[in-house]
């Protein structure tokens, strides 16, 4: 019997597989929970509630600054979207990746390659994976530019949200070092343009710390990305 159903289900045509699983699992609102009549990140009305924000400049060095596109400040309901990385809900992060392409000037800016911000090996293990690293896969669907892992996160660090701003830099100082694909690639990077992925930004002190090692490279430019920043 499951032999059968199993290739009846093979002669399923993608849109039929899709009627039958929206039937079976109807799309929801990931915010306000409400039923959707289409595949959709939000409802009408939460999407309308994202208000837009500036695309914002940081202080790498003293002689550096990058660009930092967002979607909006840090509230909902983007905000429940990034939060749900503590109850390992791995399509919120990717439909993350999705937003900032749709609703940031990012699909208008020049990169070669998408490098995600890097978490540490126990944090990893107890989610089950890097938000950063699924945002990072939906951009480069849209994009069709490259992710590459050129950052290895060397110490665990407390959570930036749990410090007070004063903190955060020495937290991430030091925190992260290149990792073996571009240490064995150097000249591969050189000159070329660099888009750093992270969920949030606050203080900015884990973009600067990243993009301080990212300059080892000798990158072009490096411009980075949020869901969301803290204003």
């Known amino acids: ?7 009846s289900a093979k002669k399923l045509s993608f849109s039929s597989y899709n009627f039958i699983k929206d039937l079976l699992y109807p799309p929801v609102c990931f915010y306000c929970k409400t039923y959707l009549s289409r595949n959709a990140t939000f409802c009408k009305y939460c999407y309308d509630a994202i208000t837009p924000i500036v695309t914002t400049t940081i202080t790498v060095t003293k002689k550096y600054n990058i660009k930092v596109f967002a979607i909006s400040a840090y509230k909902d309901p983007i905000r429940a979207l990034i939060l749900s990385k503590g109850s390992s809900d791995i399509v919120a992060s990717r439909k993350l990746g999705e937003l900032i392409w749709e609703l940031t ?5 020049e990169f070669d390659y998408i490098v995600p911000i890097a978490l540490h090996w126990q944090r ?6 890097n938000q950063a690293h699924e945002m990072a896969n939906s951009i480069a669907k849209k994009s069709g530019k490259p992710v590459v892992s050129l950052l290895i996160r060397k110490k665990k660090t407390r959570r930036q949200s749990e410090l007070v701003p004063s903190q955060r830099a020495v937290n991430v100082s030091d ?3 290149l990792s073996d694909l571009a240490l064995k690639n150097k000249k591969a990077y050189k000159n070329k343009k ?3 992925i992270d969920d949030l930004l606050t203080t900015g002190s884990t973009m600067k710390s990243a993009a301080r090692v990212l300059l080892q490279l000798q990158p072009k430019e490096i411009v980075a990305a949020v869901a969301s920043r803290v204003i």
């Open 175 to 177: 925190a992260f070092v």
């Open 105 to 109: 000037y990012l699909k208008n800016a």
């Open 124 to 129: 990893y293990a107890s989610r089950g994976f």
């Open 194 to 196: 660099f888009l750093i």
């Open 1 to 7: 019997m499951f032999y059968k159903l199993k290739k």
